[in-house]
């Protein structure tokens, strides 16, 4: 398998786009339930309509099959809608309705309406299931060596982790709860998952944009197939000095790389970045002139895609 | 006046989005022309139903108008199809029929398929009759003070020039001519507008993305209003020793200003900036940390809006 550039954002931005091929997107959207909530006419997300069958005839919920609308209709304040959210999502749980919901966290990510209002939270491994945005944030940490070299700490997720297993990953990442900004975020978790100090990040760490994308998840994800996961991820640049060496501080992490530019292309050719990941190194190569439109002919294409406009509201 | 972010971006890329307005978007697409060559199903740009108009009866042009498609005819090659467009615009020019034809360029432009092939070229001050995306290099150049500061030239248009007279604009900024590449554009053009040496900008100038926009162009830009320009910005930052100062070298430029960030920020909140040097200022901030998703509140949506996915081919 030798996957180009382009290849590796349609892996992860999957979902067809009315801008280039109206019929696939149209046939696409025409396919799933719109997730709403009570008196905002507009989606939140999209859902599976296999998923979406089992929110019929429960309690909060209001299923409309002519316009393919499920709506939340329990609850006006974001409190309520959340309790409703949660109480729905328990009862399956506990019906074992879906194999996503086996890996509950107990974290709650936020949905956000067209005036960033929180509208509700939802338990973060449920979020799949209703289609809605999600948001993280991704740190690229480099250094660059005595002679100038650009390296990238590359670290390869425990083989034991239910997704994307044993795949490479960005040198931080992770998931922002309800109620945390991007930068907080950031620093929580390279303390846990790099061991990198609090000082260092808060002093040297780039707010450096926002890669956005559509993805439908696959098996590597783990649970159900196929349910949409568009997703928000603010980036980090992190220039660590040579002797700063990231270390796992959870079992997240089997081992952390220390690549060359070229070592990490090679990798990403093969496959082997879990797909997002691959789209955040993409953005760092682009941002850095190591993407040029000289050498990628897809270059244009690419920085659209790594930023696409997504048709939810986002925070 | 008081711009936000948001408003800047905006008032650059005033299309519609199907994404989230399909309504307007729909509606907006309705009452352009598409323009296609023969053989090629899809719209290479929109035009005016009036400019659209003035091709009826043409030789080498089709007016359809159920669909709403005008096709060039003319031509079953690129070297045929740019003549058959050079001898329709050149009567025009002759009849007077579009102000825009006045400030003529001899410059030609290069429209591409799907396929990345070179369907024609047009001469550049015709272009935006066509709606087609043309393709330009905006160039950032900063320096750093001695202790620290980021500081960005910024040069005002020379009050003489026809459009945006007297507005802020990047450092250097040009369009790329048909088989030009991004790169060596900007080699000329930093000669050209800002006496920066050859050497410099090979050994200096880092490519850092792209932005990407549809713009509705006003009276500020001259000639007919309203007329589609759908737009590449191939990105550049060069940092510049403290020493080196960038000099007018045409009759462009009026002066350099040697800006601070919150200076840059004070004139784009006043609507000085030329639409889409603004954009380019926006993506500067972006990458370099000076807008965080903690003191923009627009982040996600400017992050998407400078990267806007086209509707129509790209190189």
């Known amino acids: 398998m030798v996957l180009s550039n382009l290849d590796l954002v349609a892996q992860c931005d999957g979902f067809p786009y009315h801008q280039t091929d109206p019929t696939s997107y149209l046939a696409s959207i025409n396919t799933y339930y719109q997730l709403r909530v009570s008196d905002h006419d507009y989606a939140l997300g999209y859902m599976l309509p296999s998923v979406a069958e089992v929110f019929r005839g429960i309690p909060n919920w209001d299923m409309d099959d002519e316009d393919r609308i499920l709506t939340l209709t329990g609850g006006s304040t974001a409190a309520e809608r959340s309790q409703a959210v949660e109480t729905t999502l328990l009862a399956m749980r506990k019906t074992g309705h879906f194999k996503v919901l086996d890996k509950w966290r107990g974290e709650l990510y936020a949905v956000y309406g067209r005036d960033k209002e929180l509208l509700f939270n939802v338990e ?33 997720r425990a083989r034991t982790k239910q997704t994307y297993g044993g795949m490479l990953d ?18 929580r978790e390279c303390a846990e ?123």
Chains 1, 2 share one sequence.
């Open 124 to 156: 973060r491994s449920a979020s799949p299931l209703l289609g809605v945005v999600t948001y993280g944030v991704h740190l690229n940490a480099y250094t660059r060596t005595s002679d100038g070299e650009l390296k990238i700490w590359t670290p390869r």
């Open 193 to 315: 998952e790099a061991s990198l100090s609090e000082e260092l990040v808060r002093g040297k760490a780039k707010a450096s944009g926002s890669v956005t994308y559509w993805y439908i998840r696959d098996e590597r994800a783990g649970g159900e197939t196929n349910l949409m996961q568009p997703e928000c991820q603010y980036i980090y640049d992190l220039e660590l000095p040579e002797e700063v060496i990231p270390k796992p501080g959870d079992d997240e992490v089997e081992e952390f790389y220390l690549w060359s530019v070229e070592e990490v292309q090679e990798a990403m050719r093969k496959g082997e970045f879990k797909p997002n990941c691959a789209m955040v190194v993409l953005d760092f190569f682009l941002r850095h002139g190591i993407l040029t439109a000289e050498n990628e002919k897809d270059y244009i294409e690419i920085v659209s895609r790594l930023h696409r406009r997504l048709e939810f509201p986002t925070l």
């Open 170 to 187: 960005n040198a931080v990442a992770g998931g922002i709860s309800s109620g945390e900004s991007p930068f907080e975020s950031v620093v």
